[in-house]
């Protein structure tokens, strides 16, 4: 990495993946309130650029946006360039960003537009889940989290109080897997590798493209969303032990109102990005490992 010329800055600094709207845009508002400089990021930078001014209006002056898109090695690495030679370390890393890895027929798409019809009226059967969001996915949700994960460490490894915080989901549960031969080996994170984690990802994405999925245990439904979360659960237990210096957890924001589900969430966004906020300000030596819920411990199970 290039020499450094350093802020000195004795705020905490956190990175938020996918911070243009939804739960990512609140909790970049939250953190701000609580006195942390905010590099919120997004992979469009009009979206982004549009989502600080919105903040700072509000007066968080502390927020600065950041092009990220977490599918592009590239685009994670010139963040990491960026935020070595201005801050010289990160103390949160909030991985955040994610999509559905489904689409709407455009029957459900018209519905959605019709005031009295809206997103309660689409049908499962209207809900598309082709091999490319398959892909599109697992490598959003579970590999852009990783290659974040890969290039952040050493960034935060330099800080006194480092933080991962994971948004993982109720689907990323074990119970979300009808296979029991795959809940137990996912759930066995003595013996699971990263190099295991992601070979059953492939296996997956292999039954999917064949559509062989639902007779090899995997979901049937929402089904690479669901691999990805559990995947990234699991990501996160081997992360946590491999890193004890570093609190890393993972946590389901809850059923919020957002474009991923078509706003039928009953929960706002400040109620869904509490418990990643919480997350990100632990006093230091916290539990690391963990699954929450909102703002309880939860199991992976
Ligand atoms: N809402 C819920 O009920 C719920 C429940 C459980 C878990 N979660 C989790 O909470 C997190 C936030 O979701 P949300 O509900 O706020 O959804 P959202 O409103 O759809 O926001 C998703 C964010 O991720 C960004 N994103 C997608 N792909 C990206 C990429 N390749 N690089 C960078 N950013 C990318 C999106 O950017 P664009 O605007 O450019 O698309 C957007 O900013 C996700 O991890 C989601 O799985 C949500």
């Known amino acids: 990495m290039e020499a450094s010329i350093h802020e000195t800055t004795p705020k905490r600094i956190a990175v938020v993946t996918g911070g243009n709207k939804g739960i990512g845009l609140e909790i970049c508002r939250q953190l701000s309130a609580k006195g942390v400089k905010v590099l919120l990021t997004a ?9 600080v001014k919105k903040l700072r209006e509000e007066g968080a002056s ?25 801050f010289g370390r990160l103390d949160i890393l909030i991985n955040n960003a994610a999509v559905g890895g489904w689409e709407l027929e455009p029957e459900a798409l018209a519905l959605l537009n019709q005031p009295r019809q809206g997103a309660f009226s689409i049908l499962p059967g209207m809900v598309l889940e082709t091999p490319e969001k398959a892909v599109e996915c697992i490598n959003t949700n579970y590999y852009g989290t990783k290659r974040m994960c890969k290039v952040f460490i050493p960034l935060l490894q330099l800080s006194q109080s480092p933080k991962i915080i994971n948004l993982s989901s109720e689907y990323g549960k074990l119970k979300f897997i009808p296979s029991e031969n795959i809940r137990k080996e996912i759930e066995n994170i003595n013996d699971l590798t990263e190099e295991r984690l992601d070979g059953l990802l492939e296996s997956f994405l292999n039954d999917f493209r064949e559509e062989k999925h639902k007779d090899n245990g995997w979901p049937a439904r929402s089904s690479a969303y669901k691999i990805s979360k559990v995947a990234l659960s699991a990501y996160t237990r081997i992360l946590a032990k491999e890193y004890p210096t570093i609190s890393i957890n993972c946590v389901d924001p809850g059923f919020v109102k957002t474009d991923i589900n078509w706003n039928i969430g009953p929960l706002t966004v400040e109620e869904g990005a509490k418990g990643p906020v919480m997350l990100a300000l632990l006093p230091d030596n916290s539990p690391s490992g963990l699954f929450y819920c909102q703002t309880e411990v939860s199991s992976f199970d």
Do not use: P
């Open 62 to 86: 502390d927020v600065v946006f950041h092009q990220l898109d977490v599918a592009d090695s590239a685009s994670v690495a010139c963040l990491a360039k960026y935020i070595h030679a201005h």
């Open 43 to 51: 992979r469009d930078v009009e979206r982004g650029t549009a989502a």
